[in-house]
């Protein structure tokens, strides 16, 4: 069997390091030796994602980043944000599996318990996950969303805040369990799977990392043949790849007043 490329996009533009923090999380799952994963910051976007002005620059941003990824020879491709921003879009003009971890994380939460939570790290995030929750019909399944409030960093992640954020997420954890009914956790953002092993250790329901899962599902997709399908996802009847790839070439361009 040749070996398979899948293209991981990552929702931020960012440096070489930062970018490795978000490499770090293939990491937590094994996956077979005839597959490759390669993490891609796009070009442009939102500071964050905390309102519909940055869910329409990601949307925009994502799907640039992996348009042309079945041109050049990627086998499939994972979103790195639970907001599966970009996802619709680019099942539209791929033919080769897109997988986002949100709905992917919910409905795998199902697969091991009757209701999940959703720890986050501040309240700003809480629209994020509320669209797709509704649009699955899962709002009964969703025992909670509690956040810890604290600003979260997409670029530098949790590193250095372990002593401070862990011990506020478990604590967080625990109430979805104990007081909401939680019988799984998700966390809500990939750049929160540094705690993934701690919170793992130390709660009693299982605890799912959606970054790592969807690599597992984008490996399973291909081994099974499957992809996305056409009668949810048509094509676009008038693409318009270049006038994207011009509109995001222009937002990356430095800028004379330093912006």
């Not at 709002?139 to 805040?161: D, F, H, M, Y």
């Not at 790839?245 to 937002?251: C, G």
Request: with cysteine.
């Amino acid at each position: 069997m040749r070996s398979r490329k899948v293209l991981v996009i990552v929702p931020f533009a960012m440096s070489e390091e930062n970018r490795l923090q978000r490499a770090a999380q293939l990491g937590a799952v094994e996956l077979g030796p005839d597959i490759a994963f390669h993490f891609r910051p796009v070009r442009a976007g939102p500071a964050n994602y905390t309102s519909d002005h940055d869910s329409a620059l990601a949307e925009l941003s994502i799907l640039d980043a992996g348009m042309r990824a079945q041109e050049e020879g990627y086998d499939a491709v994972c979103i790195d944000t639970m907001s599966d921003s970009g996802l619709a879009a680019l099942r539209s003009v791929l033919d080769i599996p897109v997988i986002g971890p949100g709905r992917a994380a919910m409905l795998t939460a199902l697969m091991f318990g009757e209701r999940f939570s959703i720890l986050i790290m501040w309240d700003r995030w809480r629209h994020l996950y509320k669209k797709p929750i509704f649009e699955l019909g899962l709002t009964w399944r969703c025992a909670s969303i509690r956040s810890i409030g604290v600003e979260p960093s997409n670029q530098s992640l949790l590193a250095g805040k372990e002593e401070e954020v862990f011990p506020l997420l478990l604590t967080a954890a625990q109430r979805c369990i104990d007081e909401d009914g939680a019988d799984v956790i998700l966390l809500g953002s990939t750049t929160m799977h540094q705690a993934h092993g701690f919170l793992r250790a130390n709660l009693p329901v299982p605890v799912i990392n959606p970054g790592p899962l969807s690599y597992k599902l984008a490996e399973a997709a291909l081994a099974l043949g499957l992809t996305q399908s056409r009668k949810a996802h048509a094509r676009p009847t008038a693409p318009k790849l270049d006038m994207i790839d011009a509109m995001m070439t222009a937002a990356a361009a430095p800028r004379g007043d330093g912006a």
